[in-house]
C-alpha cells in the first residue's frame, strides 16, 4: 500500500525547544531573552512538563544559576495564600501561570499539543524537525535545537549514541503517578519525605507497614505539603520494568498506577496520624518517568565527580546540591545505592557545558534529565532546580551559536557564563 504523508512548512526559528518541563522552560526563557527567535514545542496542553502536568509538590536541591531563583520567587509572588509556605513547594496551576508569563516576556513562541515524531538533518548536522498535532505534520527550521524531551526524543532520531537505564543491565529507575488527597488534619498529619525518615506509630513504622500492607511494588510511604489546606500531595504509587520510551509501557504504568491509588488511600486512612478522613482529589496528567536515556556528550558527569564536588573548568551549572536518588529497581522504597537524608554533600558540584553537547551530532544541545552523564549521576542531576540550571546555559548557549554562525560545540563556555552572570559558586 503507497501511502502519503503532506507535510507542511510552518516555520524558521534561530532556536527550538523541544519539551517544556522545567529544562524546556528555562531553555526558551533564555534564548529568548537573549534575542533568539525560538519556538517551544510540547506534546500536552501546558507548560512545565513533570514539575506542572506531573503534579510535582516541591522543587528539592539547589542550584545557584539565576533564573532557578528567578522562577521560584515570581512563582511564590503569586501565591497570595500563604505566603507563609517557603517558596520551593510548588502550586501546578500558580507556576504554570509563571512560565507562561515568562515565556511570552521573552518573546518565545509557544507551540502546545505538538509532538515532535522525526529530525530533518544535512550530513550530521540537525537542521530542522517534523511535528505532529490537529493540523496534521509539520516542518519548522532551526539553527539550534535543544532536546528537553526528558527522554531525548530528538536526539535518539539524530542518531546520538545512548545507553537506557543502569549501566549494568540496562534496568530504569520505576514510574509514579503522582497524586493528591484532600481531607488531612495537616495539624497531626506526618510528612514522610524520605524512604529514611522512620515514624513510629501506635500501629507500627510506617515504611515497614506500607511495605506489608501496599501491592507491590508500591510500599513506601512519601508525603508532601501542598500550597492548599488540607491537601498533601503523595508519591506512593510505584511501578518497575516500565521503559518510559515505549507507549505500551506507559499505559501499563499509567494503568497500574491508577489501580494502587485507592489502595493506598485505604492504607493513609487506617494507618498514617492525620489522614484518617482523606480523599483522591486529583491526579497527575503526566505519569512520572524517572530515568530512560543517557546520552554521549563530548563530556559525561559521573557520580565520582558530583561526590567530589568537581568545579570544572567549563561549568555552566554551578552550585548544585542533592543526593543520589535512585529507587529501588524491582519494588518499594531506595535502592541499595540510592542516598537520600542522610547523603551529605558540603559543597555543591558543578556541571561541564561538554555534557549538553552531544559527541558527534552538530545542531542540537542536551537539556535536562536527558544530558550525559552515568545511571548515578542522572539519579542527582534530574532534581528540577538542576534541569532549570541546565536549561538556563543551553538557551544562552543556543542564542551564542544561533548569533554567531557558530556550532553549539564551539561556543566557549566562558562566553555562556557572563551572558548568565550571577553563576558564582560559593
Ligand atoms: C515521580 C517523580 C517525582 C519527582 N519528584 C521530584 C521532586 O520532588 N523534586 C524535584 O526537584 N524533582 C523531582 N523529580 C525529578 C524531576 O521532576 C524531573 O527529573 C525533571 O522534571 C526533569 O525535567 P526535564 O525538563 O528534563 O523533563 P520533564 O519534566 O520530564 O519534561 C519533558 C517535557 O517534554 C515533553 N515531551 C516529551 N517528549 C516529547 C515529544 N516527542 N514532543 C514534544 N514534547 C515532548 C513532555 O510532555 C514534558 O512536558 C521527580 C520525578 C518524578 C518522575
Excluded: W
Amino acid at each position: 500500500m503507497k501511502y502519503e504523508i503532506q507535510v507542511n512548512h510552518k516555520g524558521t526559528y534561530d532556536v527550538i525547544v523541544v519539551g517544556s518541563g522545567p529544562a524546556g522552560v528555562a531553555a526558551a526563557i533564555s534564548a529568548g531573552r537573549n534575542g533568539s527567535k525560538t519556538l517551544l514545542i510540547e506534546s500536552l496542553g501546558r507548560v512545565g512538563g513533570i514539575s506542572t502536568s506531573g503534579m510535582m509538590s516541591h522543587f528539592t536541591g539547589r542550584c545557584k544559576n539565576k533564573l532557578y531563583l528567578e522562577i521560584l520567587d515570581r512563582a511564590k509572588a503569586k501565591n497570595h495564600y500563604f505566603p507563609e509556605l517557603e517558596k520551593k513547594y510548588i502550586d501546578p496551576e500558580l507556576l504554570t501561570l509563571t512560565y507562561i508569563e515568562m515565556l511570552e516576556e521573552a518573546k518565545v513562541d509557544i507551540l502546545l499539543y505538538t509532538t515532535f515524531c522525526d529530525v530533518l538533518m544535512e550530513g550530521n548536522a540537525v537542521t530542522g524537525i517534523i511535528c505532529h498535532n490537529k493540523s496534521g505534520f509539520c516542518r519548522y527550521d532551526a539553527k539550534v535545537i535543544i532536546d528537553a524531551s526528558g527522554d531525548g526524543d530528538v536526539a535518539e532520531k539524530s542518531g546520538v549514541e545512548y545507553f537506557k537505564g543502569r549501566e549494568s543491565d540496562g534496568k530504569m529507575q520505576p514510574a509514579t503517578l503522582m497524586f493528591k488527597v484532600g481531607g488531612v488534619d495537616t495539624k497531626k498529619a506526618v510528612f514522610p519525605g524520605s524512604f529514611e525518615t522512620l515514624v513510629q506509630t501506635d500501629k507500627g513504622e510506617l515504611q515497614a507497614l506500607a511495605k506489608e500492607k501496599l501491592p507491590h511494588p508500591a510500599g513506601h510511604v512519601l508525603l508532601y505539603h501542598s500550597t492548599l489546606p488540607g491537601i498533601v500531595t503523595c508519591n506512593m504509587t510505584n511501578v518497575t520494568d516500565i521503559d518510559g520510551t515505549r507507549a505500551e509501557d506507559l499505559t501499563r504504568a499509567e494503568i497500574i498506577c491508577r489501580k494502587q491509588m485507592p489502595l493506598i488511600v485505604d492504607f493513609l486512612r487506617e494507618y498514617v496520624p492525620g489522614y484518617e478522613n482523606c480523599y483522591i482529589i486529583g491526579s497527575a496528567s503526566l505519569i512520572g518517568i524517572r530515568e530512560t536515556r543517557h546520552f554521549k556528550g563530548l563530556k559525561t558527569i559521573t557520580e565520582q565527580e558530583i561526590s567530589a564536588a568537581v568545579q570544572h573548568e567549563d561549568a555552566v551549572v554551578f552550585d548544585a546540591h542533592f543526593n543520589f536518588d535512585v529507587h529501588n529497581i524491582s519494588g518499594a522504597g531506595l535502592d541499595k545505592t540510592g542516598c537520600q537524608k542522610h547523603f551529605k554533600q558540603n559543597k555543591g558540584y558543578t556541571i561541564p557545558y561538554g555534557c549538553m553537547v552531544p559527541e558527534k551530532i552538530n545542531g542540537l544541545l542536551l537539556s535536562g534529565r536527558n544530558i550525559s552523564g552515568t545511571h548515578m549521576a542522572h539519579s542527582n542531576f534530574r532534581a528540577m532546580p538542576i534541569c532549570v540550571g541546565i536549561g538556563e546555559a543551553c538557551g544562552v548557549a543556543a542564542a551564542i551559536a544561533a548569533k554567531s554562525g557558530k556550532q553549539p560545540r564551539n561556543v566557549d563556555p566562558a562566553e555562556i557564563r557572563k551572558v548568565m552572570g550571577g553563576t558564582e559558586n560559593g
